[in-house]
């Protein structure tokens, strides 16, 4: 970033183990068009749903202070498992604007006539402390069923939101919720908003889904105005609205799973930078395999 502009002008710092946050990313870019946005995907190690507590939260650091590196002004840690686990040790070590996000258990509470919800979320989200304090200060009244949904990340990493046996898998998920009457779906993990439709031809319109991603873009428009630090709109000599710079897309992969989704689900074109971000956990790997 020049360094004689605006902290305004800086981009926005948006992570996730992979590709799952883009589907903040779509919500970020439609609710602030003007702020720039550094995309970082862990895609060479994820999913983070089976990784230990400690992996998480080594990468979840190393990512976060990478993007400070890159000179982002706030960060959105788009993934719901990290944010689970490590948040409070980023906000700990880091002293920048930041936005976690969290399965939609309040929304849901809100909407359920049933007084059913089902939750899909990662093992590690469902086990975590952060959860459970969530059902029990939102959802007291609430039946919640809570179901891990194995297989669901890795089949969006590979770009499948729409296979037969995706639907197959997805459909021993949430039969049994609807069987139990719930009428509310909580898609707790950023990557199950792009199985939407999937969903859909499954549920038909029995079941709200509950997807947080626009409530994300919204808190961290308000997390931006705290801090002064909302970019200003450019515009055209001619008064219109300038669109704002495209992402700046990085993966810790080769890139090519990021730039087919971001083609297919967000109709960008998108360069993938592969980015190296080393951590204490992912050297002992390598050590481990020299
Ligand atoms: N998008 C991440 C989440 O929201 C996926 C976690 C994983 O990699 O297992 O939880």
Avoid at 8 to 34: K, M
Avoid at 47 to 75: H, N, S
Avoid at 243 to 256: I, K, L, M, N
Wanted: proline share 5%; net charge negative.
């Amino acid at each position: 970033m020049n360094p004689t502009a605006s902290p305004c002008a800086a981009p926005i710092g948006i992570f996730d183990s992979g590709l799952g946050g883009l589907s903040v990313l779509r919500a970020v870019r439609a609710h602030l068009p003007a702020e720039q946005i550094v995309y970082a995907a862990d895609s060479r190690y994820a999913p983070y749903g089976q990784r230990d507590d400690d992996f998480i939260a080594d990468r979840t650091l190393a990512i976060c202070e990478w993007l400070v590196a890159q000179g982002a002004k706030a960060l959105v840690v788009a993934c719901n498992t990290a944010t689970a686990q490590s948040i409070a040790l980023v906000r700990e070590r880091l002293s920048i604007p930041l936005v976690g996000v969290e399965p939609g258990i309040k929304p849901a509470a809100l909407i359920s006539k049933s007084r059913v919800a089902g939750v899909l979320a990662t093992q590690v989200t469902l086990r975590s402390a952060r959860f459970q304090a969530l059902v029990e200060r939102h959802a007291a009244d609430l039946r919640v069923l809570c179901q891990p949904g194995h297989g669901l990340v890795e089949a969006v990493e590979r770009c499948d939101v729409s296979s037969p046996a995706l639907v197959e898998l997805l459909r021993g998920y949430v039969e049994p919720m609807l069987d139990a009457g719930a009428d509310t779906l909580v898609l707790g993990c950023t990557h199950y908003p792009f199985l939407d439709t999937a969903i859909r031809s499954i549920v038909g319109e029995r079941m709200t889904l509950v997807d947080t991603s626009v409530a994300i873009a919204r808190q961290l428009e308000r997390v931006l105005d705290q801090h002064g630090l909302r970019a200003q709109p450019a515009s055209h000599a001619d008064g219109s609205m300038a669109e704002g710079a495209p992402a700046r897309f990085c993966s810790t992969s080769d890139g090519a799973h990021l730039r087919t989704l971001a083609a297919a689900l967000l109709g960008i074109e998108a360069q993938v930078e592969c980015v190296s971000i080393p951590s204490r956990r992912t050297r002992e790997l390598e050590a481990d395999a020299a």
